[in-house]
């Protein structure tokens, strides 16, 4: 009965891995890549110059900017240059202005307020949209990542029900085995992350929980708008007076709530009514203060007296734990060194993913290497083995190329962005059907190799800020990422040339590198 329970865990662990691993691959890959969002964002837009933090400065030039140039607005919005973000970002309600919602952005120089004309980019936003929204419409991307998130989850509780020597096999690597090697890869890298990978698929299931178990927000709250609004603490903007008062100098404000908040980061100011007697300004404490992903209004201000209104209600113990859930999640709170960890776990959990997706296919292909004809289920399989994993660091590798190589001024720039990414994927595809399965890996490694070996040049040619710049400097995320991309680029070379290699006859060794159990046969 036991064996059979463990068979039965197989079977589930196996097939749910391959019909839904090609998907998990690229919203794990992607969610990995956005542990440095903010740091991608940078090499994107490299017309934003980083400077020495001064946060009561930057308001002030934010400040002077906006009623510059948005004094009519009803709202303005303000997000500080951070260790990690170089741009003062400002923005504001214009309905003329056409555009998402009416809403206007621009960036800021931190040291001069001046507007800086920087090139249209999602940049690591695309990433982090693209993570659990799939580039579907809302909120279908976002029904199908968190469907793919609770598969992840039984693939783990399923993987350990059928290892049940799973913590010894940690210990056991037999390189040069063939598909014994991949199996043993795959346990240890497993295991090795299991509580970080449980952890990231239980949380995604926190963060859309009023989405997938919204009986008890719908009958307590009639509708989900309701409910945000009591959960972050949401108050309605107080109607504006029509009586003109000049606003508080936000930089005095700020200095307030560092007074009462010697340790906090303020990363986003709102002010409502602007220049009239009913202003409102709200200081939110940023996300990386806490491990709890909190988004209320922490201080609220009068803009014309500088009174203070009010500071964030206490949070119950639930929402602290769903909160904290959502923070581990996310990785805000995350200083470098940590948020470095989070990326090598994120890595070796998409590596767990490809290896599980090699796996099906090779114990397959050996039951039909001695007739020298593989099914067309199994070549199905193996295209889609190729484009979801090297074709997928393809569409990435284009994605960067295409922010260096098209034309500043080109309009819809961020669009064809993410087309190159897209159209590079599907090409890959492309390429996997019409090449035979080891020469389609090997070609599209060394592709991505170079790709991306090349990226530091390509920024040092188009920018003048490749690594002799960004290292002297001390502009440690454009240098961290060329770095990267260089790393990248050397794995993927070594990879190339392992896979580009003339394989040894499979049929002859197959029957003595390989026998699998009952269980890990299935």
Same mark, same amino acid.
């Given at each position: 009965m036991k064996e059979g329970f463990r068979q039965a865990m197989a079977w589930l662990h196996t097939w749910t891995g391959l019909l839904f691993g090609w998907l998990l691959?690229?919203?794990?890959?992607?969610?990995?890549?956005?542990?440095?969002?903010?740091?991608?964002?940078?090499?994107?837009?490299?017309?934003?110059?980083?400077?020495?933090?001064?946060?009561?400065?930057?308001?002030?030039?934010?400040?002077r900017y906006l009623e510059s140039n948005a004094g009519q607005s009803g709202s303005w919005f303000i997000r500080l240059p951070?260790?990690?973000?170089?741009?003062?970002?400002?923005?504001?309600?214009?309905?003329?202005?056409?555009?998402?919602?009416?809403?206007?952005?621009?960036?800021?120089?931190?040291?001069s307020g001046e507007e800086v004309q920087a090139r249209?980019?999602?940049?690591?936003?695309?990433?982090?949209?693209?993570?659990?929204?799939?580039?579907?419409?809302?909120?279908?991307?976002?029904?199908?990542?968190?469907?793919?998130?609770?598969?992840?989850?039984?693939?783990?509780?399923?993987?350990i029900i059928t290892h049940k020597k799973i913590f010894k096999e940690f210990f056991t690597f037999r390189p040069g085995k063939g598909q014994r090697s991949w199996l043993d890869g795959h346990n240890a890298i497993g295991v090795l992350v299991l509580p970080f990978h449980l952890m990231i698929s239980y949380s995604s299931l926190v963060i859309f929980m009023y989405m997938v178990m919204?009986?008890?927000?719908?009958?307590?709250?009639g509708d989900s708008g309701r409910y945000f609004n009591d959960l972050f603490g949401r108050d309605e903007a107080p109607r504006a007076a029509a009586v003109a008062a000049p606003l508080v100098p936000l930089a005095e404000l700020y200095a307030k709530v560092r007074e009462q908040a010697p340790e906090a980061h303020i990363g986003f100011i709102q002010v409502?009514?602007?220049?009239?007697?009913?202003?409102?300004?709200?200081?939110?404490?940023?996300?990386?203060?806490?491990?709890?992903?909190?988004?209320?209004?922490n201080w609220t201000f009068d803009g014309v007296s500088g009174a203070a209104l009010g500071q964030g209600a206490?949070?119950?113990a639930a929402m602290m734990t769903q909160f904290t859930f959502v923070g581990l999640h996310m990785g805000n709170f995350a200083g470098p060194w940590l948020r470095w960890l989070y990326f090598v776990f994120g890595v070796a959990g998409t590596a767990v993913i490809g290896t599980g997706l090699v796996m099906w296919l090779g114990k397959r292909q050996l039951k039909h290497a001695k007739s020298g004809r593989m099914?067309?289920?199994?070549?199905?399989?193996?295209?889609?083995?190729?484009?979801?994993?090297?074709?997928?660091?393809?569409?990435?590798?284009?994605?960067?190329?295409?922010?260096?190589l098209l034309p500043v001024a080109l309009e819809g720039r961020a669009d064809w962005e993410i087309d190159s990414f897209f159209v590079v994927w599907a090409l890959a595809?492309?390429? &996997? /059907?019409?090449?035979?399965?080891?020469? !389609?890996? #090997?070609?599209? %490694?060394? *592709?991505?190799?170079? =790709?991306?070996?090349?990226?530091?040049?390509?920024?040092?040619?188009?920018?003048?800020?490749?690594?002799?710049?960004?290292?002297?400097?001390?502009?440690? &995320? /454009?240098?961290?990422?060329?770095?990267? !991309?260089? #790393?990248?680029? %050397?794995? *993927?070379?070594?990879? =190339?040339?392992?896979m580009l290699r003339s394989p040894a006859p499979a049929a002859r060794r197959a029957p003595r590198v390989a026998r699998p159990s009952r269980v890990e046969a299935s």
């Open positions: 691959f690229a919203i794990f890959l992607t969610g990995t890549l956005s542990y440095f969002k903010d740091e991608i964002s940078h090499w994107t837009q490299p017309e934003v110059r980083r400077h020495a933090l001064d946060p009561q400065a930057s308001l002030g030039l934010a400040q951070s260790e990690r973000e170089a741009a003062l970002s400002v923005g504001w309600r214009d309905p003329q202005a056409g555009g998402r919602r009416g809403f206007v952005s621009k960036s800021l120089d931190a040291a249209d980019s999602r940049g690591g936003e695309f990433f982090y949209r693209f993570h659990f929204q799939l580039q579907m419409p809302h909120p279908w991307g976002r029904w199908l990542s968190t469907f793919c998130a609770f598969i992840m989850l039984l693939g783990l509780v399923t993987g919204p009986a008890s927000i719908l009958a307590s709250y409502q009514n602007p220049g009239d007697r009913n202003a409102r300004v709200i200081f939110t404490r940023s996300s990386a203060d806490s491990v709890a992903l909190r988004r209320g209004a206490a949070q119950s099914p067309g289920e199994l070549r199905l399989v193996e295209v889609l083995n190729i484009a979801s994993m090297s074709g997928l660091l393809l569409g990435v590798a284009a994605f960067f190329w295409a922010n260096r595809l492309l390429h &996997a /059907m019409l090449r035979p399965g080891r020469r !389609a890996w #090997g070609e599209q %490694l060394a *592709l991505g190799a170079l =790709a991306f070996a090349l990226l530091a040049l390509l920024n040092a040619l188009t920018t003048g800020q490749g690594l002799n710049h960004s290292l002297a400097v001390g502009d440690w &995320a /454009m240098a961290g990422f060329d770095l990267t !991309a260089l #790393g990248t680029g %050397l794995f *993927l070379a070594w990879a =190339a040339g392992k």
